[in-house]
């Protein structure tokens, strides 16, 4: 199933970053640490060109630190790319990105140059303006656990010698990618009301069965895993109370408890992709184009 979700405040924000572009000096990407390919736009590689651009891989302390390490290897090798894991949250980490970006324009920002501008752009909830307010010592923009929160660009002066453009969260108007979507839905991405929760939920039960399944059993209490997704989503929900009349396992409200648990990194550090992996066999995300996230 192909996902078709593009607000109309995206369509604009394109046009806008379009007609920044001449005036931009370096990019800032943020990404999902645990699924930089997916969280990746990329409608950015087409409109950089040459200039440089800075991967932050956010929310390390989500992701495995060891597929971390192997995405880091995996966009360094790449021209013109630098990558940066941190959490945007930690002032200390997040103080090496000011320093990597004059390394990479080193004739602007710097005593006595002209400052150095800089675009940072990102897909929804990836923590872009937790990034912003911590670059910047303050509260610039909104933060919440939702898509789409920053909706206009602004222009934030970091006061030492870097201009900052931000840029509302863009997803590409179409992903046609069945497996990175469900990712993405996974992940806090896109909204609840654009796919079918509890598919998506069976996806990554599976996906992480395979990769993680000491996590599941030591998270859920349970003496060994079930043979199929299904029966393990059961099982949970029926651990955590989410029953109907009769005893049966609700499987939604079971679905939506373990997206919950999983983006609030209840079950542990998990990576949801890895360099060079491609997934398949895995459900798609069932949307409602006509009803977009908000």
Known sequence: MIIDWYPGHMKKARAQIVEMLP??????????ARLPASSANPLLEKLRGDKPCIKVLNKTDLADPT?????????DKQQGVRALPLDATDRRNVGLLPKLCRRLVPNRGGKGQKPLRVMIIGIPNVGKSTLINTLAGKKITRVGDK????TCPQQIDLRNGILLSDT???LWPVLEDPNGACRLAASGAIG???FDTTEVSLATVAYICGKYPALLLK???????PETPTAILQEIGRRRGCLISGGEVDLHRAAELFLR??????LGRISLERPGEIL?????????PDEPAV
């Open 280 to 288: 398949t066999g895995r459900p798609s995300v069932e949307t409602t």
């Open 23 to 32: 005036l931009i000096d370096l990019f800032i990407e943020v990404l999902d």
């Open 67 to 75: 597929v971390t390490g192997g995405w880091v290897d995996y966009f």
């Open 192 to 194: 609840d009301n654009a």
């Open 168 to 170: 509302p969260g863009l």
């Open 147 to 150: 898509p789409a929160i920053t």
């Open 261 to 266: 648990e999983l983006r609030g990194g209840k």
């Open 219 to 225: 998270r859920y209490k349970l003496p060994e895993l």
